[in-house]
């Protein structure tokens, strides 16, 4: 009886394994190989004919010296502020506005209608958006010359240009995030309101001492993809302003595209991905120790 009991262990523990393993080598192959081939090509350096031989800290203090790799760094930082800022706000908002739609259906219809932009993708977005905020023919200067107000040269002035930018991924970006709010809001039971009430609480103080801290690990996890995502961001600088104008749109992953593509210092590159990734890790495990701190059980 003992016998067969192993061996039947054993034979799940074998059957798990081979259905892991597809996805165990995918994640592999196309996420952990090139992250490790990319921190190994940051100590390298490129040499005449693209071939890499190793020199230490070299291409660090190169790109670590390299005032556009600050600039861009600097663009990037104040770019994902006002993305993430406008996109988790507005998603909130939304979220809560259609969580308080009584009827099912068209709670679902509005649901889409805001979903449906996140299905564009960034660089046929920034190609619409380029047409909708060109200076003289786009149709938002169109609509604010009937009120009478002046013009807004969007992409093409260096102060408006990436708060326009910050506009386009937040047109794009709300609706996913909007879908875990929701369904964060949704699961909140309705007795914890029902209880508030009883001792008084009404209005913003229901949103501000319920809603908020129940909804804090969905806020936290949509901050941190829209951080991840602002912070990465390349489609839709490429299309629309290849970051101009006069640079005020260069970001860390053009930095890292024209190191690479254009003017191929993959090592340089190399430095540039690996700073991105520390980056961000360091961010996700800051936010996670802040959000422990007030975290709330159901």
Same mark, same amino acid.
């Given at each position: 009886m003992k016998a067969s009991s192993g061996y039947y262990s054993r034979k799940l523990t074998y059957t798990g394994i081979l259905l892991v393993l597809p996805v165990f080598l995918y994640f592999m192959l196309l996420y952990w190989y090139p992250l490790v081939s990319a921190f190994l090509m940051s100590f390298q350096e490129t040499i005449p004919g693209l071939?890499?031989?190793?020199?230490?800290?070299?291409?660090?203090?190169?790109?670590?010296?390299?005032? @556009?790799?600050?600039?861009?760094f600097g663009h990037t /930082?104040?770019?994902?502020?006002? #993305?993430?800022?406008?996109?988790?706000? %507005?998603?909130?908002?939304?979220?809560i506005a259609l969580h308080s739609v009584r009827s099912v259906h068209m709670r679902n219809? @509005?649901?889409?209608?805001?979903?449906?932009?996140? /299905?564009?993708?960034?660089?046929? #977005?920034?190609?619409?958006?380029?047409? %909708?905020?060109?200076?003289?023919?786009?149709?938002l200067n169109q609509v604010i010359s009937v009120f009478g107000l002046p013009t807004l040269n969007f992409l093409a002035d260096e102060t408006q240009v990436?708060?326009?930018?910050?506009l386009i991924n937040a047109w794009v970006r709300v609706g996913f995030s909007v879908l875990i709010l929701l369904a964060g809001l949704q699961s909140i039971p309705d007795s914890y309101f029902d209880a508030a009430r009883v001792d008084g609480a009404r209005g913003f103080k229901l949103?501000?001492?319920?809603?908020?801290?129940?909804?804090?690990?969905?806020?936290?996890a949509v901050t941190l993809l829209e951080v991840i995502f602002g912070v990465k961001v390349f489609d839709v600088v490429y299309v629309s302003t290849q970051g101009g104008p006069a640079g005020a749109s260069d970001m860390l992953m053009?930095?890292?595209?024209?190191?690479?593509?254009?003017?191929?210092?993959v090592?340089?590159?190399?430095?540039?991905?690996?700073?991105?990734?520390?980056?961000?890790?360091a961010f996700g495990i800051i936010q996670r120790k802040l959000?422990?701190?007030?975290?709330?059980?159901l």
């Open positions: 071939k890499m031989q190793f020199a230490g800290l070299k291409t660090y203090r190169e790109v670590f010296s390299d005032p @556009l790799f600050w600039t861009s /930082l104040i770019f994902a502020l006002e #993305a993430v800022s406008c996109t988790v706000l %507005l998603a909130l908002l939304l979220a219809f @509005l649901t889409l209608m805001y979903v449906l932009p996140t /299905l564009v993708s960034l660089a046929a #977005a920034g190609f619409i958006w380029d047409w %909708l905020m060109h200076p003289r023919f786009g149709l990436i708060p326009s930018l910050a949103y501000w001492f319920i809603t908020l801290p129940l909804l804090l690990p969905q806020i936290g053009l930095y890292l595209y024209n190191n690479a593509f254009r003017f191929f210092r090592d340089r590159a190399a430095v540039a991905a690996v700073f991105i990734f520390v980056t961000l890790l959000l422990e701190r007030r975290r709330y059980e």
